[in-house]
């Protein structure tokens, strides 16, 4: 009786996980799909300036506007002029950023080294910084990058710029970060716990 119960158990929080998952890919989806034709934007041939003028001028009223003080150890990866299109969870474990100043430059959170600038399906053009203090930061979806391997940078240095390389619905940053290097053996965490 117990093994059936515990079955059921797994059974439900499994499909609320998937349901979940599911949800924030559709609402992703929905603002990327709402952006491009709330701003009657004609022709697949857009460019960076199209889609921010489009995004400031009708903004999405799911998208909240946050709010973060300055930690003056950290620099924001974007600039502060933005929106989160999606928040950090477990299930995402990164927060995704959208500027609404048309700035799409991507700058070091912190100061270290680069360990990785490559390319996968999901997150497009990347980079990871391993920082001097331990941490490591992701920045995905970028249409390009200024730095390579092994390239020492600056808090604040410019990295990269904004895209939607990978699977994106629209122009931002996927930006995480790690107590080690990400998805091995390492643990995220909210990036406004340094913010």
């Known amino acids: 009786m117990k093994l059936q119960k515990r079955k059921k158990f797994i059974k439900g929080n499994l499909i609320c996980g998937i349901i979940l998952l599911l949800t924030g890919t559709i609402l992703e989806l929905y603002t990327g799909i709402t952006t491009i034709f709330q701003g ?35 620099a924001f990866p974007t600039s502060t002029n933005y929106n989160i299109t999606s928040s950090y969870s477990n299930y995402h474990p990164a927060i995704d950023i959208v500027t609404t100043d048309g700035n799409t430059n991507v700058y070091a959170a912190n100061s270290g080294v680069i360990v990785t600038d490559s390319y996968k399906w999901d997150g497009g053009n990347y980079l990871v910084l391993q920082q001097d203090n331990g941490y490591y930061t992701l920045y995905c979806h970028l249409s390009s990058k200024t730095v390579t391997v092994g390239q020492r940078v600056e808090k604040g240095q410019i990295i990269g710029i ?34």
Do not use: C, Q
């Open 40 to 74: 009657n934007i004609k022709g697949i041939n857009l460019n960076l300036t199209e889609i921010n003028t489009s995004y400031n001028n009708k903004k999405d009223p799911l998208v909240k506007e946050v709010v973060y003080n300055d930690d003056p150890s950290w």
């Open 162 to 195: 904004m895209g939607r390389t990978g699977f994106a619905t629209g122009v931002h940053l996927h930006f995480s970060v790690w107590n080690g290097y990400p998805y091995e053996n390492s643990t995220h965490i909210n990036p406004f716990d340094f913010y």
